[in-house]
């Protein structure tokens, strides 16, 4: 399909693992964002990527939280060491990325369950 | 710094009801305000931003900068609107990183 691909849809691991959560944004879209989204947290920001530019990691929770794009394409978000409050639903999302406003494209998410 | 608030995690309405689901933001700025819903088992979507002043599936919402609220609201609510919606926030001339609320899940009884 042309929508933003995540993989693994599930994810279970054991606490002080190390996770990688893979994102394939729409083709074209040179905008790419993460989001956690967990109970009673709702959304949160995490990191914002566009083009070239340096990104935007204002919203990462910790330095066990890392993010990095590929090509300008695909991204991969690391958690290292992690932690039971880690579990959630990890959302991308990609935009065209020409300026103005633009309709965010989600994925279906990474359920990740640390145990 | 920009913030969203939806005060109510959940709200139930009969079918035919009118619905208001509530979000107020703080931001000292011009914000650009949008309303993303998902469905159960879809992917989250955007339902409506004020700045286009439409109705979607017969939602509507207005941006009240002096009481910095974006309530969204519909006259007679369905089934099928049942599912959970976000109020998110966007500073005007910025990037389209969204600034999101908690989350408000409608649910409409028959």
């Known amino acids: 399909g042309a929508g933003v691909s995540q993989s693994p849809s599930n994810k279970v691991t054991e606490k002080g693992k190390d996770v990688e959560l893979r994102c394939d944004p729409i083709?074209?879209?040179?905008?790419l964002y993460w989001y956690r989204q967990s109970l009673g947290q709702g959304l949160e920001f995490l990191i914002y990527?566009?083009?070239?530019?340096?990104?935007?990691k204002s919203g990462l929770p910790s330095d066990r939280f890392s993010a990095e794009r590929t090509g300008g394409s695909v991204s991969t978000l690391t958690i290292q060491r992690t932690q039971q409050e880690d579990s959630a639903v990890y959302l991308c999302?990609?935009?065209?990325?020409?300026?103005?406003?633009?309709?965010?494209?989600f994925g279906s998410g990474t359920q990740l369950s640390v145990l | 710094a920009q913030r969203v608030t939806q005060p109510e995690k959940l709200l139930s309405v009969f079918k035919g009801a009118p619905v208001e689901l509530k979000c107020n933001y703080s931001y000292s700025g011009s914000p650009e305000l949008f309303w993303y819903v998902q469905y159960s088992r879809q992917r989250l979507q955007l339902l409506l931003r004020?700045?286009s002043r439409e109705s979607i599936k017969g939602f509507t919402a207005d941006l009240n900068k002096g009481e910095t609220s974006f309530h969204l609201k519909k006259p007679f609510a369905q089934e099928e609107d049942s599912a959970m919606y976000y109020c998110a926030l966007r500073r005007s001339g910025a990037t389209n990183k969204l600034i999101f609320g908690t989350g408000t899940l409608l649910a409409v009884q028959p």
């Open positions: 990527f566009q083009g070239n530019s340096a990104p935007d």
């Open positions: 083709s074209g879209h040179t905008a």
């Open positions: 999302a990609s935009s065209l990325g020409q300026g103005g406003f633009e309709k965010l494209f």
């Open positions: 004020h700045i």
